[in-house]
Nanobody, 116 residues
Framework: QVQLVESGGGLVQAGGSLGLSCAASGSIASINTMGWYRQAPGKQRELVASITSGGSTNYADSVKGRFTISRNNAKNTVYLQMSSLKPEDTAGYYC??????????WGQGTQVTVSS
């Protein structure tokens, strides 16, 4: 059984910062890509940022220059550092991992609320 445990969400004022983390545990084949997605009420889930096992990163245009994704392969953990937060960043944030066998696993989600 694979578990993804997220932490770090909360309430922050616009312009502030928050950090998220997601730790994977269980019977996991080698992890390839780790990523963060978000979903606001009434909207589709969208990719925020992803990072490959080699460290290549990809960001949504809306967060470039404000968010930084990183990972610790030894700990099977992915991080998302968010700064200069805007009210439109308010959403449930979900981590996802893709294994080298092609399996996808999702975290339970953590809420980020940015007040204006």
């Amino acid at each position: 059984q694979v578990q993804l445990v997220e932490s770090g969400g909360g309430l922050v004022q616009a312009g502030g910062s928050l950090g998220l983390s997601c730790a994977a545990s269980g019977s996991i084949a080698s992890i390839n890509t780790m990523g963060w997605y978000r979903q606001a009420p009434g909207k589709q889930r969208e990719l925020v940022a992803s990072i490959t096992s080699g460290g290549s990163t990809n960001y949504a245009d809306s967060v470039k220059g404000r968010f930084t994704i990183s990972r610790n392969n030894a700990k099977n953990t992915v991080y998302l550092q968010m700064s200069s937060l805007k009210p439109e960043d308010t959403a449930g944030y979900y981590c996802r991992i893709a294994t080298q066998l092609g399996r996808l696993y999702w975290g339970q989600g953590t809420q980020v609320t940015v007040s204006s």
